[in-house]
């Protein structure tokens, strides 16, 4: 006997329905308020960096003991009041031991010419409505990362440069050196020292 499969409306999904979903292709997919959007394929220098970044972090987490597992390469986060599941690059989840890790604190993005900054705002508002605390976003073309900092209903973000530089991930305990992340990495802009600046956003 066959049994039947329910049609799903891919314009309008339940978070359950997209996460049961085959789309029927490679594509990365996320669920924004309900509909199912494709995301840009990852570059070569994309999935380098990520792959330095969870190499990194992981080390790190470790050797502090931290009680925490990292997630990588578009893993779910359900952020279920706004019917939507982000993917990001990277996500860091802490708990009272690493078998009950479920509270997100940090994600990471690689970023891309196609993301614009109101999107990336949208993507912090959900990330910060369950709770994560620090959003990492880096470039791809130059050794430049943008820590964005949880605080009430706004944003501080620091903007952290140069292959001497380091990044202080308070939200869970780790200092990474951006020689780590963009190592082997092709950079097309080179920024000339280490430096940090501060600001802040909605």
């Not at 990365?28 to 308020?33: D, G, M, R, S, V």
């Not at 690059?89 to 010419?113: F, H, N, Q």
């Not at 900092?149 to 939200?171: F, P």
Request: one cysteine or more.
């Amino acid at each position: 006997m066959v049994k039947a499969v329910k049609k799903i409306d891919v314009s309008r999904m339940t978070i359950d329905e997209f996460l049961a979903w085959d789309s029927g292709d490679d594509l990365t997919y996320e669920l924004i308020e309900g509909r199912p959007v494709a995301q840009s394929a990852p570059s070569t220098t994309h999935a380098r960096i990520t792959a330095n970044l969870s190499i990194s972090l992981g080390n790190r987490l470790r050797s502090a003991g931290r009680p925490c597992v990292l997630e990588a390469g578009g893993g779910a986060l359900r952020i279920d009041k706004r019917w939507t599941v982000r993917a990001p690059d990277l996500l860091v989840r802490c708990g009272s031991d690493r078998r009950t890790a479920e509270m997100p604190l940090l994600a990471a993005e690689i970023l891309s010419p196609s993301n614009s900054a109101s999107e990336m705002a949208r993507q912090r508002d959900d990330y910060a409505s369950v709770g994560i605390q620090q959003v990492l976003e880096l470039d791809q073309d130059e050794a430049r990362a943008l820590l964005w900092r949880a605080d009430g209903d706004r944003w501080i973000v620091e903007t952290i440069r140069g292959l001497k530089a380091s990044i202080t991930l308070d939200s869970i305990g780790v200092t990474i050196p951006m020689a780590e992340i963009y190592e082997d990495v092709e950079l097309t802009l080179t920024a000339e020292g280490p430096s940090v600046a501060a600001g802040s956003a909605p």
